[in-house]
């Protein structure tokens, strides 16, 4: 689901990059703001932070003993993307397994729709694995599919995840599978 958020944040400026009247221009600060953000990835709370939408305001700097930083307190809206259990999505399959198909969807990387919740698709071990049903509807890698969360777990860190959700996916369900787009739909973030 995307959202809205207001978030409150500190950004460290060196004090080499202030101004003659000790004032950090704007820019700068936006620039570190944006790419804490982009370390940061995401947050439990909030989902994955897309781009800042609003700048409210920044305020005014605190120098750090010794280290040659100022803090600044900045308070901005953010646009940002929060998967839910129940809500329906769109992904693109990237890995094809007998167990099952990963999937992403906009930032989120891992997203695993298991053969079991693909109901009448039978596994068929090709040079290219591929998931087919009755009606010749193929789940393959590159191939788009319509899916229902069942579930959505938080990672701190985890084997070379950091800061990032996990999901699981069904096609139990009316309209769910995959679907025929010009091109992809996926975000790339």
Request: aromatic share 8%.
């Amino acid at each position: 689901m995307f959202g809205d958020v207001e978030v409150c944040s500190t950004v460290r400026i060196i004090a080499e990059n202030l101004d003659r009247n000790g004032l950090a221009p704007q820019r700068s600060i936006i620039t570190h703001l944006l790419k804490d953000l982009l370390n940061m990835k995401a947050s439990k709370d909030h989902g994955y932070f897309l781009a800042v939408t609003n700048l409210k305001s920044i305020g005014k700097g605190e120098v750090v003993n010794k280290s040659g930083e100022v803090l600044f307190d900045v308070e901005f809206h953010c646009r940002t993307f929060m998967p839910m259990k129940g809500e329906i999505l769109q992904g693109v399959v990237h890995r094809t397994f007998r167990h099952g198909v990963l999937l992403r969807c906009g930032p989120v990387k891992y997203i695993f729709l298991s053969a079991r919740k693909m109901p009448s698709y039978q596994y068929i071990s090709e040079e290219n694995p591929v998931f087919l049903n009755d009606e010749l509807a193929r789940i393959e890698n590159n191939v788009v599919v319509r899916f229902s969360v069942l579930d959505v777990r938080w990672i701190e860190k985890m084997w070379d995840m950091r800061r990032d959700f996990m999901m699981l996916a069904s096609l139990v369900g009316d309209s769910l599978g995959p679907i025929s787009l010009c091109g992809s739909d996926e975000l790339d973030l």
